[in-house]
C-alpha cells in the first residue's frame, strides 16, 4: 500500500484508516504506514501490472502451443503421416516388423567361431586332448578288485592304475601351459583352433607314452624343442 498511499482520494484514505483500526496495527507498523512515501505514480504502477500481466499471459499461450505442437508431431509418427497428411518414411517398430528385422543366430558372421570357441576352450580342449590316458585310467582301475585297490594303497611302489593317474595329471598340466604358448585365446577362426591343439597334442603324444617318460629329463627337453618347432610351424603357417 506504500507504492501509492499519498495518491488515494480522501475516501479510500478514509476507509484505509478504518480498516487499519479495525485491525490493531502495532504502532511500528502503524507508523510506517502513515509516512511511508510512494516511489512510483499511479501510472508507473499500472504499467508495471499491464506488463506482467502481458508477460504471464503470453507465457501461458507459449506453453500451450508447445505441448499442443508436441502432441500432434508424435500423433503424425504414429499414424505415419505429416501436417499436409503425406505419408512420412519413418515408422514406429511393431513386435512383427522387429522380429522380421532381427538376423537369426547363424546369420551372424561369427556365430560358428564364438560357438566353437565356447564349447572348446584352453580347459576343454586340454581334457580332450588327454582323454586316452584318463579312460585308460578309468578301465584300469574296473580291472581292479578291492584287495587290489587296497594293496596298491599300502604298497611302497605305484601300481598300474596309480601311474595312469600321475601321467593324466602330467598330461593336464603339460598341456595347458602348451596352449599358452601357442596364444589359444587369442587365435581368431575355427581353423587356426583346432590346428592348434592338434600340433600340441602331437608334440606331447609324440615325446611321451608314460608318467616315467615325463619325468626322464632328457625327454621332457626333447619335447620342448618339438612343442617350439611346431610353434613355428603353427605361427608361419597362419601369419602370426
Avoid at 480498516?19 to 502503524?30: A, G, I, K, N, Y
Wanted: glycine share 2%.
Amino acid at each position: 500500500m506504500g507504492l501509492f498511499w499519498n495518491k488515494k482520494s480522501s475516501n479510500d484514505e478514509r476507509k484505509l484508516e478504518s480498516q487499519v483500526e479495525e485491525q490493531t496495527l502495532p504502532d511500528d507498523l502503524q507508523d510506517y504506514l502513515t509516512t511511508k512515501e510512494s516511489q512510483l505514480s499511479n501510472r508507473e504502477f499500472k504499467e508495471l501490472l499491464r506488463r506482467q500481466s502481458a508477460n504471464a499471459e503470453a507465457s501461458k499461450e507459449a506453453e500451450k502451443a508447445s505441448t499442443e505442437d508436441h502432441g500432434q508431431n508424435y500423433l503424425d509418427l504414429v499414424q505415419g503421416t505429416n501436417k499436409e497428411g503425406e505419408e512420412n518414411e519413418i515408422k514406429l517398430p511393431n513386435a512383427i516388423s522387429t522380429i522380421k528385422e532381427m538376423k537369426r543366430p547363424k546369420e551372424y558372421k561369427n556365430f560358428d567361431f564364438d560357438k566353437y570357441r565356447r564349447e572348446n576352450d584352453e580347459k576343454e580342449s586340454v581334457l580332450i586332448n588327454c582323454s586316452e590316458i584318463q579312460n585308460a585310467f578309468y578301465k584300469c582301475l574296473n580291472k581292479q578288485t578291492i584287495w587290489d585297490r587296497i594293496s596298491a594303497v599300502t604298497s611302497l611302489n605305484s601300481d598300474d592304475c596309480t601311474k595312469l593317474a600321475d601321467f593324466f595329471m602330467a598330461c593336464t598340466d603339460i598341456q595347458k601351459k602348451a596352449f599358452l604358448m601357442f596364444d589359444y585365446s587369442t587365435l581368431q577362426s575355427i581353423d587356426e583352433l583346432k590346428s592348434a591343439s592338434k600340433q600340441i597334442d602331437y608334440s606331447f603324444s609324440k615325446s611321451f607314452q608314460s608318467i616315467e617318460d615325463v619325468q626322464n629329463k632328457e625327454k621332457f627337453m626333447e619335447y620342448t624343442k618339438e612343442l617350439r618347432r611346431q610353434r613355428e610351424l603353427f605361427f608361419e603357417k597362419y601369419g602370426k
